[in-house]
């Protein structure tokens, strides 16, 4: 019953990570620069929560949640 809106979210995630975030990092390039990286976390943070509003059944409770969720995709390689 879970594992339905899990699976689409991995899937809808991913190709947000391939045709999405590259716009958005082009466009945040300056901001990127002025502080030192950290806008780039919150355009992490931008494609999850497209994944959260395109998929249906899927939510993200929170913004400490985005946060963890976003620290746990940087630590893993």
Same mark, same amino acid.
């Given at each position: +019953?879970? =594992?339905?809106?899990?699976?689409? %979210?991995?899937a809808v995630?991913?190709?947000?990570?391939?045709?999405?975030?590259?716009?958005? @990092?082009? #466009? %945040? #390039?300056?901001?990127?620069?002025? @502080?030192?990286?950290? %806008? !780039?976390?919150? &355009?992490?943070?931008? #494609?999850?929560?497209? @994944?959260? =509003?395109?998929?249906?059944?899927?939510?993200?409770?929170?913004? =400490? @949640? !985005? &946060?963890? %969720?976003?620290? &746990?995709? !940087?630590? +893993?390689?």
């Open positions: +019953e879970r =594992w339905g809106p899990l699976l689409l %979210a991995g995630f991913g190709l947000a990570n391939v045709f999405v975030k590259p716009l958005l @990092t082009f #466009i %945040a #390039i300056p901001l990127i620069i002025l @502080t030192f990286g950290l %806008a !780039y976390f919150f &355009v992490n943070v931008a #494609i999850l929560a497209l @994944t959260e =509003w395109v998929v249906p059944n899927f939510s993200i409770d929170g913004f =400490w @949640t !985005y &946060v963890g %969720a976003v620290i &746990v995709m !940087y630590v +893993e390689p």
